[in-house]
């Protein structure tokens, strides 16, 4: 039995390269550009044009690939990689991606940003017609559809892919070309560039191709497929585009503040969250501290609309990392110490107003918060540059079941009362999305508003696959 104990996690980064002489160090270093999109696993899978292979393993990217290791998989012409998120500890490499298999069409690597909201019902229909699977992902179901469709139809990834209901940003490496791929909704970002080679690559961000010294073209289009061969660079459509449901959470925290997404680059866009919320919000106060690193373009904003100083009173030690993925709560509140050192004389005696990008479970704000009242804060104010997280994420973001958003079952009052602060303000609905450039109805922020793009009344929870698993296995 394998991957019984893995939640199956869907927060992450994608890249695609082909014929490019440095593909696997091009995947590399875009990987490592892409790992604040996921630091549970990273893996790269490689084509020297007969052949794939692959390498995946647990941990940050630079753990997974050593230089040897880099060095076997260099003598190829193309490469995918995949950086995939985890919050618990808990994790087994068969769900690592990308996810190599070999089928009636030859080899194919598959690397997944999203989630699909209808990967059970999927698996459940292939597992009766006699298929096997390997891992809880629901990525593997692409793949088995692509293996059956081979045969009985002119394109079978067409067909794939009209089966898949969700959140994804896709990257296929065969032998012969590589395939890219975003859902009709355009959930997650997905771009295409060239390399200082002059060859085509792709990447969830702009920032992946910034690392690697490639020009950016533009954004692979919703219900797009964009194919890479030696023949050059071609694009087909498997649906028409739906009204887009672009992720507002990549603006307030998931991308990096460089990236530009949807159009649009993250700082700017989190400048903008911070100004707005300082318009809904004004206080009187000392200072402005962004809490590091998630909010402090946002506090940015807010101290330049609000017009009180900014100034650097939480300083991030850069060398502890996931503190979230700690198994404790106990671990976790001593590593949030470790991380984050308050700077005393710039909070002692002071009315502060503290800006983060938002508030999950509120069990390392309601830490930092406790910091700053010992180094004497003497009015805290906590400003968020989001509405409360009341509802869970179906496509691709992961937040835990709803028992465990603070914002669930609680007012904002009762909020501020665990965080033991004395005002709590959190950006509106409309604040947030008055500050992105395309219409509202063309983002996603059911995490915010409950209001889901496509019916999640059976949706796939991170654990199906899994529970489903133990059941065949009774
Ligand atoms: P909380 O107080 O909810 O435990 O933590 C809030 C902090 O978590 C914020 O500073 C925010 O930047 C960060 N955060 C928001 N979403 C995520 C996420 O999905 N994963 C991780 N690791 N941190 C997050
Ligand atoms: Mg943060």
Request: aromatic share 8%.
């Amino acid at each position: 039995m394998t991957g019984m104990s893995e939640e199956a996690k869907h927060k992450c980064g994608v890249f695609g390269v082909w014929n490019d002489p440095d593909s696997a160090h091009l995947a590399y270093t875009a990987l490592y550009a892409q790992q604040h999109r996921g630091q549970e696993s990273a893996g790269i899978a490689v084509s020297d044009g007969k052949l794939l292979q692959a390498h995946v393993g647990m941990g940050l990217v630079p753990e997974v690939f050593s230089t040897r290791v880099l060095d076997r998989l260099s003598d190829s012409k193309a490469a995918i990689g995949h950086n995939r998120y985890s919050t618990t500890g808990s994790s087994v490499s068969d769900n690592a991606q990308p996810l190599l298999r070999e089928y009636i069409g030859g080899q194919v690597a598959v690397g997944h940003n999203g989630n699909l909201i209808n990967a059970l019902v999927l698996r459940e229909l292939y597992e009766r017609r006699g298929h096997i699977f390997r891992t809880t992902t629901d990525t593997e179901v692409i793949i088995h559809l692509l293996a059956s469709h081979h045969l009985s139809h002119t394109d079978p990834l067409v067909e794939t892919l009209q089966h898949l209901q969700g959140a994804y940003s896709l990257v296929f490496l065969f032998n012969d070309r590589l395939e890219v791929v975003r859902d009709p909704w355009g959930w997650r970002p997905l771009v295409l560039g060239t390399t200082p080679n002059g060859a085509y690559c792709a990447a969830s961000e702009t920032v992946a191709l910034d690392a690697i010294g490639a020009k950016f073209v533009r954004e692979v289009e919703p219900g797009e497929i964009v194919t890479i061969s030696d023949k050059g660079i071609s694009s087909r459509r498997f649906a028409e585009p739906q009204q887009p449901a672009h992720c507002i959470f990549e603006h307030v925290y998931f991308a990096n503040p460089s990236s530009k997404v949807f159009g649009e680059t993250v700082q700017i866009v989190r400048e903008k969250l911070g100004e707005k919320l300082a318009e809904e919000s004004h206080v009187e106060a000392d200072v402005v501290i962004p809490m590091p690193d998630s909010g402090r373009s946002a506090a940015l904003g807010y101290a330049r609309q609000s017009g009180i100083q900014f100034r650097e009173g939480i300083v991030p030690n850069r060398y502890v990392g996931r503190t979230f993925i700690k198994p404790t709560q106990d671990q976790r509140n001593t590593a949030v110490q470790l991380k984050l050192n308050v700077v005393r004389e710039v909070i002692d005696g002071n009315r502060i107003i503290v800006v983060d990008d938002s508030v999950v479970r509120g069990t390392t704000t309601r830490a930092k918060m406790e910091q700053l009242r010992r180094a004497g804060a003497k009015e805290i104010h906590l400003r968020i540059s989001c509405p409360p997280i009341r509802n869970p994420c179906y496509f691709g973001i992961d937040f835990q079941d709803p028992a465990q958003l603070i914002a669930t079952s609680r007012t904002v009052e009762q909020i501020a009362d665990f965080l033991g602060v004395d005002s709590l303000h959190y950006l509106t609905l409309d604040g947030m999305l008055s500050c992105v450039k395309h219409p509202k109805d063309h983002y996603c922020a059911s995490c915010f508003n409950g209001e889901y793009r496509l019916n999640v009344d059976n949706p796939v929870n991170k654990l199906d696959l899994e529970r489903y698993q133990l059941k065949m296995f009774k």
